[in-house]
């Protein structure tokens, strides 16, 4: 969902991805949440991409809570 080269970019199957990643860490990785919010975004599901973004990173402050972490994805 985030290559540069839109010949070899597929949002679509970006999403069934990250959604299947998502579902076996349990909704519970913010790494995954963040991936999963990328393909949302890249098939025009903007809001729901916005709202799995503040997900991700609210996991990732009660997770970690590490300034670097949290720097990445603000």
Same mark, same amino acid.
């Not at 999403?15 to 949440?33: I, K, Y």
């Not at 890249?42 to 949290?70: C, I, K, N, P």
């Given at each position: 969902?985030?290559?540069?080269?839109?010949?070899?970019?597929?949002?679509?199957?970006?999403?069934?991805?990250?959604r299947?990643?998502?579902? $076996?860490?349990?909704?519970?990785?913010?790494?995954?949440?963040?991936v999963?919010?990328?393909?949302?975004?890249?098939?025009?599901?903007?809001?729901?991409?916005?709202?799995?973004?503040?997900?991700?990173?609210g996991?990732?402050?009660?997770?970690?809570? $590490?300034?670097?972490?949290?720097?990445?994805?603000?």
């Amino acid at each position: 969902a985030t290559a540069a080269d839109d010949s070899v970019r597929d949002g679509e199957e970006a999403l069934a991805l990250a959604r299947a990643v998502v579902e $076996g860490t349990g909704g519970q990785d913010p790494w995954a949440l963040g991936v999963l919010a990328a393909a949302q975004a890249e098939v025009g599901s903007y809001e729901e991409a916005a709202a799995t973004a503040e997900r991700a990173l609210g996991l990732m402050r009660a997770l970690r809570g $590490g300034a670097e972490e949290l720097a990445e994805l603000e």
